[in-house]
C-alpha cells in the first residue's frame, strides 16, 4: 500500500508560478510510473505529466509543455511539477498518482492504470 500527499498548492496570478510535491509512503517510489492528474470544475480528470520509475521517459500534455516540468527522487520518496507561466486555464485540483510497474521506460496516460492516489491539492490562477 502507497499512501500520496501532495503539497504546494496555492493561489497566483496569471504568470506565476508554482511548484507541487508528492510525497510517498509505505513502499519506494522507484518500482512505479508517477503521474500528475488534474480535475478542473466541470471537467474530467486528465493527465497533466508522468515521469517512467527511472524518470527517462516523462509525458506531458500538449498544453503544458514548456512551461510544465516533472522529476522525481527515488531515494526521497517524492516527485514534483514545477508550473511556470501559469494561466486561468490550469486552475484545478491536482492529483499524485502511482502505478506499479514491471518495465523501467513506461509511462500511462490513462487514470484507469493507476494504483494509488492522492488527496488532491487546489490550485486557482487569477487573471
Known amino acids: 500500500q502507497v499512501q500520496l500527499v501532495e503539497s504546494g498548492g496555492g493561489s497566483v496570478q496569471a504568470g506565476g508560478s508554482l511548484r507541487l510535491s508528492c510525497a510517498a509512503s509505505?513502499?519506494?517510489?522507484?518500482?512505479?510510473?508517477m503521474g500528475w492528474f488534474r480535475k478542473a470544475p466541470g471537467k474530467e480528470r486528465r493527465l497533466v505529466a508522468a515521469v517512467s520509475r527511472s524518470g527517462g521517459t516523462t509525458y506531458f500534455t500538449n498544453s503544458v509543455k514548456g512551461r510544465f516540468t516533472i522529476s522525481r527522487d527515488n531515494f526521497e520518496n517524492t516527485m514534483s511539477l514545477q508550473m511556470n507561466s501559469l494561466n486561468p486555464e490550469d486552475t484545478a485540483v491536482y492529483y499524485c498518482?502511482?502505478?506499479?510497474?514491471?518495465?523501467?521506460?513506461?509511462?500511462?496516460?490513462?487514470?484507469?492504470?493507476?494504483?494509488?492516489w492522492g488527496q488532491g491539492t487546489q490550485v486557482t490562477v487569477s487573471s
Open positions: 498518482a502511482a502505478l506499479e510497474s514491471s518495465y523501467t521506460y513506461y509511462v500511462s496516460r490513462r487514470a484507469s492504470e493507476y494504483d494509488y
Open positions: 509505505g513502499h519506494t517510489l522507484s518500482s512505479y510510473v
